[in-house]
Nanobody, 119 residues
Framework: QVQLVESGGGLVQAGGSLRLSCAASGRTFSTYAMGWFRQAPGKEREFVARIHWGGGSTYYRDSVKGRFTISRDNAKNTVYLQMNSLKPEDTAVYYC????????????WGQGTQVTVSS
């Protein structure tokens, strides 16, 4: 089992920044990759960013490239999402997730943290 706890959400004006954190505990040595997802009201959950736990390679959805940065601190078992130049359309509940099986789905999820960007 892997437990994930997000923090760092809040209310920010357009153009501002926030940094989300996701602290992992439990069988973290089994983690293959970590991801951030978001879900806005009335919309489906969507992928935001991903980082491989070992090699650190990263992937982003097009709409956040150049504005968001995913990173990890292996010693702290924590993944971060630095969000700059925020836009109202970034408003959503942000979730972190862990993938523990190569080629599998994300099988552990956090409880989510609200990000609200005002115009």
């Amino acid at each position: 089992q892997v437990q994930l706890v997000e923090s760092g959400g809040g209310l920010v004006q357009a153009g501002g920044s926030l940094r989300l954190s996701c602290a992992a505990s439990g069988r973290t040595f089994s983690t293959y990759a970590m991801g951030w997802f978001r879900q806005a009201p009335g919309k489906e959950r969507e992928f935001v960013a991903r980082i491989h736990w070992g090699g650190g390679s990263t992937y982003y959805r097009d709409s956040v490239k150049g504005r968001f940065t995913i990173s990890r601190d292996n010693a702290k078992n924590t993944v971060y999402l630095q969000m700059n130049s925020l836009k109202p359309e970034d408003t959503a509940v942000y979730y972190c997730a862990a993938q523990t099986v190569v080629g599998g789905n994300y099988n552990y999820w956090g409880q989510g943290t609200q990000v609200t960007v005002s115009s």
